[in-house]
């Protein structure tokens, strides 16, 4: 199995702020990708991170918004840049080992 | 705050009954099919799996069939619990690692 963590389990957030969120896996995993929920619907991929090259963005969703960063093979983080109302969602990192997906808990963000 | 599955389809059901959730997916080239399980606050849990060269797979209390033909996948949940009551989603995919989520399916359990 694999355990994983994100940092902030939650957050209030203006518009136009940015905030980052964090995700720490117990062991090494080739990729991570990161995941949005938005309020009552199903999850959708933003992109995959690799260590060590950039990370691929899935069709709607761009760098510039949703920068990410994987500095080693254990971490890796997801920035909400220039949040706006839309934003508001639950973002969760996920991991693929042993033939299984495995997810965060998430963060649950609301920007007013 | 608005929980998970505010949304999404609910299927209810008293404990003891057998549930039968139902996923159409969308890419015939999926050769890989999970079912998750997502409780309020929390990530999605695995719960079975199937791979495209078969059309049933059995765990314990859970079943999950697949039909290629329509594009079909249904978990089969027998003697449903109050610990079943989640929201359930398939996923789908066709390169191993990025997974293409269905809609969800809120699952209600009644005493």
């Known amino acids: 199995s694999a355990v994983i963590s994100q940092k902030p389990s939650r957050d209030i957030c203006q518009r136009g702020t940015s905030l980052t969120i964090q995700c720490q896996v117990d062991s090494q995993v080739t990729m991570m990708f990161w995941y949005r929920q938005q309020p009552g619907q199903s999850l959708t991929l933003i992109a995959t991170?690799?260590?060590?090259?950039?990370?691929?963005?899935e069709s709607g969703f761009v760098i510039d918004k949703f920068p990410i960063s994987r500095p080693n093979l254990t971490f890796s983080t997801l920035t909400v840049s220039n949040m706006s109302p839309e934003d508001s969602s639950i973002y969760l990192c996920?991991?693929?080992?042993?033939?299984?997906?495995?997810f965060g808990p998430g963060t649950r963000l609301t920007v007013t | 705050g608005e929980s998970v599955g505010l949304h999404l389809p609910t299927l209810s059901v008293q404990e003891g009954d057998n549930s039968i959730i139902n996923c159409a997916y969308s890419n015939s080239a999926s050769d890989y099919f999970i079912w998750y399980k997502q409780e309020s606050g929390k990530g999605p849990q695995f719960i079975i799996d199937i791979r495209s060269n078969m059309d049933k797979r059995q765990g314990q209390r859970v079943t999950v069939l697949l039909n290629k033909t329509v594009k079909h996948l249904s978990l089969q949940i027998a003697a449903t619990q109050p610990g079943d009551s989640a929201v359930y989603f398939c996923a789908e995919t066709y390169n191993t690692d990025k997974l293409i989520f269905g809609t969800g399916t809120r699952l209600q359990v009644f005493p």
């Open positions: 996920s991991v693929h080992r042993d033939y299984e997906q495995y």
């Open positions: 991170a690799n260590q060590g090259s950039e990370a691929t963005y």
